[in-house]
């Protein structure tokens, strides 16, 4: 395999002005014919024209009508070469593809009944040639031919323009897009498909018809997705001033999809579970993915369709700019303290571990062999907080003058990051150059905090230093501009003032953003009437580690009386992680664990708290991952972390299991039915957490309670939550819970993953055993990404105590069904190998398992581009 590199991008040799394509649709031989209309792009650099295909049959190629014969092009698997041509012309290809035998899902393939396609990154050679890169954009007419019965729904993107009966039981019908695009976003739906239409009047009173496609046995699972998408129309209107601009949006529910959904030009395709939801099947925190990713997938409209990237290594430039656009669709529609404290927990977990291993990358790479391997947290979720910080840095008014000016001057355009920023400084006059070296250096920022207060001329003195870890090619950093939002407190917990010294006048808000972009910087407060209490990096205004020492008292402290709600939630993890990992060190030396009191009386406060929302209260009272634990250690101690990690729970558990019975009794409301809303998920989400430390004390009374509830509930936040805990306790009414929840549910597919997930989950010795055993089940099927994801993935991922099992029997495990996968899907085969991500962290034995699991991988022949590098980068 072969390394692609930013430093070679050149402009394409030749353009598409339009294409024709025609498909004459069947399972097993689809005939793709391309009617393309080229012409030379003066600025280009070379004479050949080279057009991408992969996995094609070649029927034929006419120049400006006339047949080429074989001796005038050239063909290797990955290409079609034409020498000589003139400056405009036109070119019909024809080609044949098998969607029935397609398991990689990328091009045209079969799912179910119903044929779809996916082509973001790379899909679209596997359909036709084509000079497949973003930076080619074409206007699309796309005619479909199929038979009738089988297919009697026939989507693409744009406008349908004209419809047809053929003899035979064939239909046709031919759609239009006027945008021109890149062909990453062209999609094609043949289906027998149910559908639920609705409309949306545009700001300017335009109408557009919207409508949701699903297997017919899911027509009760459309409202909640339609919702969604009217809300994220009108939010993308005021938020960003952005309209639809087709006459029809569609959506279609796919039941094999490699990730969750995909942003074609108006016709979205969807992994079926990001999108189908009822009470009864879909869990509130389904809900509310739904909405974020129907919210993404629209947004991408603007932020990637209309003005899309140059090349992949822009990618960030669509993606983060999307994530940071729903993370605030999403906290606009339900809670924002919620929302940040979920997306900053997401990153710290997923996309710190990445910075910090072999795969680190910056949010703009410099190359890649595979691009399918770049569509990762940091791309994404640093990504967006990148964007997020220019937010920060110009202020609200500041960004969206920047995003206008941006949409306005490259509307129709393929453009970079270097665009973005460019469009941010000029409509703010503000210079982002250093600020850049977000985009490309990667790591995570370290920064490290030291104060000192002097009581008689009232002056509090704040040094930041910043430093970054080297990663793979990157071994020195330079200084970033780094915004830090910071407070000072008082003891009763008041703000105090923020003037500078060299100020004239004081600092009129609770808040300042102080812009660190030097090595080390000091900042001094004046009128500082009292000894403060520092809260840095409020909202965690930047994607950074941040080191200060503090004792559990002032942890303690924050926790109760910090202003930002995100910082009160931070301290309260910082104390559970501070006395965690005393407690790990305890365990290490052999000495008897004790729960410091200071943590039993936070905790108690927090369930005390009348005012406070539950849902915060929720995330208050939930403990660090183990995983994130594991990340905090020079070398994680697997065994040492579960235990002490169990023995808090438990503990905390004992001791409050009054107060914790009581708040479940108050926001248990078996008689209210269910209705998605941020106070009712509030408070199931901290009834069910309140659950989870009941069951921890052991008592038989709480496992009747859990079961009463699985009973009752009328939704399945309430099912799963119990069901969850059930699976943790041996015996039989464990047994009878899965049996029986399998026999209702295993109609559903979306249920069915949730119960193959929540036996992935299990800490029961046995759950590996179970795990091959459910692998021979009906409900599973190797070859469905949705399964392998909540079985196999779920396992290696979220089990660590169990995937990092001494006997080394959870690596061998993950390398096998590599090897299996690979051969079927690769993109789902080196997304599994993710969960070896961060295998240099763990004592000498374990890595030695891990690294011959890795070897056993390595060593085989054929492996596909996408494990290959990962595999290759986790070994280097
Ligand atoms: N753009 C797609 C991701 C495509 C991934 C291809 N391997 C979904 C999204 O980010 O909206
Ligand atoms: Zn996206």
């Given amino acids: 395999p ?60 006419k120049l400006d009508g006339r047949l080429l014969t074989a001796a005038e092009f050239q063909r290797s698997n990955t290409q079609l070469i034409l020498p000589q041509l003139p400056e405009k012309f036109q070119l019909e290809i024809v080609t044949e593809i098998h969607p029935d035998q397609n398991t990689a899902l990328e091009g045209l393939y079969h799912s179910g009944t119903l044929v779809c396609t996916q082509c973001e990154a790379e899909g679209f050679r596997r359909i036709t040639y084509y000079p497949d890169r973003p930076d080619v954009m074409a206007v699309f007419t796309v005619t479909i031919t199929a038979d009738k019965q089988q297919w009697p729904i026939l989507l693409s993107n744009g406008n349908l323009q004209e419809q047809g009966e053929l003899e035979d039981g064939r239909h046709w019908v031919r759609w239009h897009d006027p945008h021109p695009k890149p062909c990453y976003l062209f999609a094609l739906v043949a289906g027998d498909l149910y559908m639920q239409q609705d409309s949306f009047t545009t700001i300017s009173g335009r109408d557009v018809t919207l409508q949701i496609y699903v297997d017919k046995e899911n027509h009760d699972k459309c409202d909640h997705a339609l919702m969604s998408l009217k809300q994220s129309m009108r939010w993308d209107e005021e938020a960003y001033g952005r309209e639809y601009d087709l006459d029809v949006f569609m959506i279609v529910a796919v039941n094999d999809f490699n990730m969750g959904a995909m942003e074609n030009k108006g016709l979205n395709i969807f992994n079926a579970a990001c999108v189908l939801a009822s009470p009864q099947t879909a869990t509130d925190n389904d809900f509310y993915t739904i909405q974020s990713i129907v919210g993404h997938e629209y947004f991408h409209n603007w932020s990637g369709n209309r003005v899309t990237c140059r090349d992949w290594f822009q990618l960030s430039l669509k993606e983060g700019f999307t994530v940071m656009r729903d ?63 220019i937010k920060t840095l110009l202020g609200d008014e500041g960004f969206r003058k920047g995003t206008d000016l941006y949409f306005d001057r490259h509307d129709g355009q393929a453009v970079t990051t270097d665009d973005f920023v460019k469009a941010m400084e000029e409509a703010n006059h503000y210079d982002l150059t250093q600020f850049k070296r977000w985009y490309t250096q990667a790591g995570t920022p370290v920064i490290t905090a030291f104060y000192n207060y002097d009581a008689i001329k009232k002056i509090f003195t704040l040094t930041l230093q910043q430093s970054c870890p080297a990663t793979p090619g990157q071994t020195e950093k330079q200084p970033f501009l780094i915004p830090v939002a910071m407070g000072l407190l008082d003891s009763a917990g008041n703000s105090l003032p923020l003037q500078l010294i060299d100020e004239a006048q004081p600092y009129d808000k609770d808040t300042r953003v102080l812009e660190l972009n030097e090595s080390e910087q000091t900042f001094r407060f004046i009128g500082v009437e009292q000894k403060p209490i520092v809260s840095l990096l409020r909202g965690f205004s930047a994607p950074v580690k941040l080191l200060i020492e503090r004792d559990n008292e002032e942890l303690a402290f924050l926790m109760a009386n910090e202003k930002d709600s995100f910082n009160r939630w931070d301290a309260g993890q910082s104390l559970f992680i501070q006395i965690m990992l005393s407690l790990i060190a305890d365990y290490q030396q052999n000495t008897a664990l004790q729960l410091p009191e200071i943590l039993v009386k936070q905790c108690a406060a927090v369930l005390q708290d009348k005012a406070a929302d539950p849902a915060l209260v929720a995330r208050m009272l939930t403990l660090p991952s183990e995983n994130y634990l594991a990340a905090q250690m020079k070398v994680a101690d697997v065994d040492a972390i579960h235990h002490v990690r169990k023995f808090v729970k438990d503990s905390l558990a004992m001791q409050l299991k009054a107060q914790f019975d009581a708040l479940y009794q108050q926001h248990n409301l078996p008689n209210v039915a269910y209705q998605f809303n941020s106070e009712h998920m509030g408070r199931r989400s901290l009834k069910n957490v309140c659950l989870g430390y009941l069951m921890a004390t052991n008592d038989p009374m709480q496992t009747q309670r859990c079961l009463k509830q699985m009973k009752q509930a009328d939704n399945m936040t309430d099912t799963l939550a119990g069901l969850r805990l059930m699976v943790d306790q041996a015996g039989i009414e464990r047994e ?11 109609h559903d597919r979306q249920v069915v993953d949730k119960w193959l997930t929540v036996q992935a989950l299990s800490s029961l010795p046995d759950t590996l055993i179970r795990i091959k055993g459910l692998m021979k089940h009906p409900a599973f099927s190797i070859k469905n990404p949705n399964n392998v994801r909540a079985l196999i993935g779920q396992f290696c991922r979220n089990n660590p105590a169990l995937f990092h099992a001494k006997d080394g029997s959870g690596y061998r495990f993950l390398a096998e069904q590599i090897l299996v996968l690979d051969k079927l899907n690769p993109q789902v085969a080196s997304r599994q190998l993710g969960a070896f991500n961060s295998w240099r962290r763990y004592d000498e034995k374990r890595q030695q398992m891990m690294r011959e699991a890795l070897q056993s991988i390595a060593q085989q022949q054929d492996l596909s581009s996408d494990v290959y590098e990962i595999v290759n980068k986790y070994l280097a």
């Fill in 2 to 61: 072969q390394t692609i590199r930013l430093a070679d991008y050149t402009v394409p040799s030749y353009l598409v002005d339009n294409v024709d394509l025609h498909f004459d649709l069947d399972a097993s031989t689809t005939q793709v014919t391309s009617i393309l209309n080229m012409r030379r792009n003066p600025k280009g650099p070379g004479e050949d024209c080279v057009l991408n295909g992969e996995h094609l049959q070649l029927v034929s190629i």
């Fill in 327 to 389: 993370q605030s669709f999403s906290a606009d529609l339900n809670s924002a303290a919620v929302q940040r404290i979920d997306d900053v927990d997401q990153l710290r977990s997923l996309q710190f571990a990445e910075d910090a291993g072999p795969m680190a990358h910056p949010v703009r790479p410099d190359s890649y062999i595979e691009i399918s391997n770049f569509y990762t947290v940091t791309i994404y979720e640093k990504g967006a907080e990148v964007v997020r910080m």
């Fill in 736 to 746: 009878h819970a899965l049996r029986a929840f399998y026999e209702q549910w295993q």
